[in-house]
Structure formats: structure tokens, C-alpha cells
């Protein structure tokens, strides 16, 4: 009975062997598929990052246009107040807000006052102008002046005018 007990063991081992290879087999192949379907996924990942980079690229060398779709344009209302409130909310003075949509100061005050209208493509400028933020106003001001944009605070190297206290300077009459 000695000699029966390795057999047994060998062959309960070869028969587990067995089943679990039957068992691991598909299990084994939908891993092996499983990961060439993610090794593709992720080619086609890089290539999409590097076609978007170069989308991002391009855009920013355009910069940024106002445009504004025909009937946002109609639903528009401009007002005085509105004109003004977007204007005061992008942060831009009359003269900028001018060179902004391509028309002179006087028309912008004029706009502001409602003695005037705005109309067609001014209008439609105003309308994508409302859609933008202020880094995005700047950027564009900066690209119609043909300045860099501003940043806060002083620029580097610039000089400050000092009061000195006790000073005054006396003017006299000729």
C-alpha cells in the first residue's frame, strides 16, 4: 500500500494541473488580447496628444478672433448700460475697447451715450467680445496694438518717481 499513496499524489497533481490549465487557458489569451487592445489604445493616445499640441499651437498663433454666430447676433440686445457694463467688466478704456472692435472713440461714446447703434459686424463684435474673459481681451488688445500684454506690477528696470518731503518748489510770476 506504500506504492499507492505516491500515485494517488502524482495524479491528483496531474489531473489539478489539468483543470487549471483548462481554467487559465482563455483566462491567459483574453489577458494576452487585453493588452495589445491597450498598447494600440495607447499609441493612438500619443498620436491624439501630439495632434492636439500642434491644434493648441496653431490657435495660439492665430490668436484670438471675435466671432460671433448669426443668430446670437440677432437675440442680442445692446443697450447703452450693456455696451458700457461689458466694457467696464473686460476692464478696458474707450479708446481700447475701440481699437478692440475696429470702430473710432467717438462711436464707442456715442454707443455708451445711445445716440448711436452699433450695427452688423460691430454688433457681432460686441457679441463674441461679451464671450470672452480679460486675459483673452488683453491677449487680443495686445495683438491689435502690437504691444506685448501687460502683466501686474511694475516691469522690470522700471525707475519710480520719489516725493522728497519738505520739498516745494515755489514758481514765480514773469
Known amino acids: 500500500?506504500?506504492?499507492?499513496?505516491?500515485v494517488l499524489k502524482s495524479e491528483i497533481q496531474r489531473l489539478a494541473?489539468?483543470?487549471?490549465?483548462?481554467?487559465f487557458l482563455?483566462?491567459?489569451r483574453e489577458v494576452r488580447a487585453m493588452r495589445l487592445k491597450l498598447s494600440g489604445l495607447s499609441k493612438?493616445?500619443?498620436?491624439?496628444?501630439r495632434f492636439t499640441k500642434e491644434q493648441v499651437?496653431?490657435?495660439?498663433k492665430k490668436g484670438v478672433k471675435l466671432e460671433a454666430s448669426l443668430e446670437e447676433v440677432k437675440a442680442s440686445r445692446l443697450s447703452p448700460d450693456r455696451i458700457r457694463s461689458l466694457r467696464k467688466k473686460l476692464g478696458v478704456s474707450q479708446r481700447k475697447f475701440a481699437i478692440l472692435i475696429g470702430v473710432s472713440n467717438n462711436a464707442v461714446f456715442l454707443w455708451e451715450r445711445?445716440?448711436?447703434?452699433p450695427g452688423g459686424e460691430k454688433k457681432a463684435a460686441l457679441v463674441a467680445l461679451g464671450k470672452l474673459r480679460k486675459w483673452e481681451v488683453r491677449k487680443l488688445l495686445a495683438q491689435k496694438i502690437g504691444t506685448k500684454v501687460k502683466t501686474?506690477?511694475?516691469r522690470p528696470g522700471a525707475k519710480t518717481r520719489r516725493k522728497r518731503p519738505g520739498k516745494r518748489?515755489?514758481?514765480?510770476?514773469k
Open 152 to 154: 501686474k506690477g511694475k
Open 17 to 23: 494541473k489539468r483543470e487549471i490549465r483548462s481554467t
Open 114 to 117: 445711445g445716440k448711436s447703434k
Open 26 to 28: 482563455p483566462l491567459r
Open 169 to 173: 518748489v515755489i514758481r514765480r510770476k
Open 57 to 60: 499651437k496653431q490657435v495660439e
Open 44 to 49: 493612438n493616445f500619443s498620436v491624439l496628444d
Open 1 to 6: 500500500m506504500a506504492k499507492i499513496e505516491p
